[in-house]
């Protein structure tokens, strides 16, 4: 019986991997893979920008706003970028309150390290734009330290330190704001997406391959030769190593992806410093790594778990149609559900606190869209999330228990009439 399981399995497994569509979709994925993470380096090939226009206002209290100006507009040009304006207003910072988008940036004297800076704004800065400010004051501060005479020690270091400028933003609010927009916009493509993508993929997959069986009369033979449960764990186990497969080539086509982003970094002045290195700084300012670090186990229990649950209740409503068209129908709620999740996981951000959306966080089948989410912009503590991932494992072991029954019934079930009266009887049997 073992050897006839891992046969299933096998068989299940090559019907899905061993084709032209897979290896067709595999390209297309890891092309699209490259295109998104250099996406950036693509349009400013083509003369587009990432950054917004602004205009930079320059409180100058050392008398070195055309050193600043000009090494500022130099390496807007040498990056691409397009459109900044340095203007010189000693008394913008007069009245704060009537500060919207401008940024300013404000240069002091400093006795120890010849020049210190500050940069207001009200709401949060670019680090596009943060980074050339920074490079630019830097720039100011080493030409003050060259036009002195008779360079000491001291002041060599000095010149080869870096300038500290600290950063106001008087609107904190908004800050923290974009910063769990951003941590929720990356958690949702990053794990959510792929995620819902996997699932809508396995289902289908499970569907089109149970109705081939019936419709072709071939799962008389199978059952004949195997019981309808081993029959039934081995579409689940086929299923769910399929989608680890998957999963293992994604990761694999966004490190080529990466890879090939670093090369390009290194042969082009499109960027300074890389967006993922920005994208990685801010996680970690977020704490999203520590956090991951703290629920690793946890998470990786409640996405297996999920697949689970999903490849299950895909097998029970296959079973119970004869054709694939039946299915579709028939998998509709399923469908609405993984877009509920979905959405809400996007949602989550922008409705900050919902009673409603940390309520569907423990429901099965949402929860693993909504629940990671929730976790890592810190809505949801990880004890709630270890109480999310232990009723999604009850729900999935009732789901494997009286789907089981409704399966025995369903494979060898050809007519669609009284579908759903046939369905709940059979609840009723024992296994």
């Not at 006839?4 to 899905?16: A, D, E, M, P």
């Not at 390290?113 to 709401?123: K, R």
């Not at 089948?365 to 494992?393: D, F, N």
């Amino acid at each position: 019986m073992k050897n006839k399981f891992k046969y299933l399995v096998k068989y299940s497994l090559k019907k899905k991997i061993d084709t032209k569509w897979f290896k067709i979709v595999n390209v297309l994925l890891l092309v699209l893979l490259v295109f998104l993470v250099n996406m950036d380096y693509l349009i400013n090939l083509f003369g587009g920008d990432f950054e917004e226009k602004e205009n930079i206002y320059v409180v100058d209290n050392v008398g070195s706003f055309d050193t600043f100006s000009s090494y500022f507009n130099a390496l807007a040009k040498e990056m691409d970028i397009d459109g900044f304006e340095i203007i010189l207003d000693q008394d913008i910072l007069n009245d704060e309150s009537k500060i919207d988008d401008e940024v300013i940036v404000v240069l002091n004297p400093s006795n120890t390290e010849y020049l210190s800076g500050e940069i207001v704004s009200f709401d949060a800065v670019s680090r596009t734009t943060y980074e050339m400010i920074v490079s630019s004051v830097n720039a100011v501060k080493s030409e003050l330290v060259l036009s002195t005479s008779g360079l000491t020690p001291d002041e060599i270091a000095a010149l080869s330190s870096p300038v500290e400028i600290t950063e106001r933003v008087l609107n904190e609010e908004a800050q923290n704001n974009e910063t769990k927009e951003n941590v929720g916009a990356i958690v949702t493509t990053v794990l959510i997406v792929p995620f819902f993508i996997l699932i809508v993929t396995m289902v289908q997959m499970l569907g089109a391959e149970i109705n081939d069986e019936k419709t072709s009369r071939g799962m008389e033979i199978i059952i004949s030769s195997v019981p309808a449960k081993i029959h039934f764990i081995s579409k689940v186990v086929a299923a769910i190593s399929y989608v680890l497969i998957q999963g293992i080539l994604l990761l694999i086509y966004s490190g080529i992806a990466m890879l090939l982003r670093n090369v390009l970094a290194s042969s082009t002045t499109v960027a300074s410093g890389g967006m993922f290195t920005e994208v990685l700084t801010m996680l970690s300012d977020a704490g999203i790594f520590s956090l991951l670090a703290k629920g690793s186990v946890i998470l990786i229990i409640l996405f297996i778990v999920s697949f689970i649950a999903y490849a299950i209740t895909a097998a029970i409503l296959a079973s119970m149609t004869t054709n694939i068209e039946d299915f579709q129908q028939l998998q509709t709620p399923l469908m609405i559900i993984m877009l509920v999740g979905y959405y809400v996981a996007l949602m989550a951000v922008m409705f900050d606190g919902s009673v409603f959306i940390h309520v569907l966080g423990y429901i099965p089948l949402l929860s693993v869209m909504i629940a990671p989410t929730l976790y890592l912009i810190g809505e949801m503590s990880l004890l709630s999330l270890a109480l999310s991932t232990l009723l999604t494992v009850v729900v999935t072991y009732f789901l494997y228990k009286y789907g089981l029954r409704i399966y025995k019934v369903g494979i060898l079930n050809y007519s669609s009439s009284k579908l759903w009266r046939k369905m709940f009887k059979s609840l009723g049997n024992k296994e």
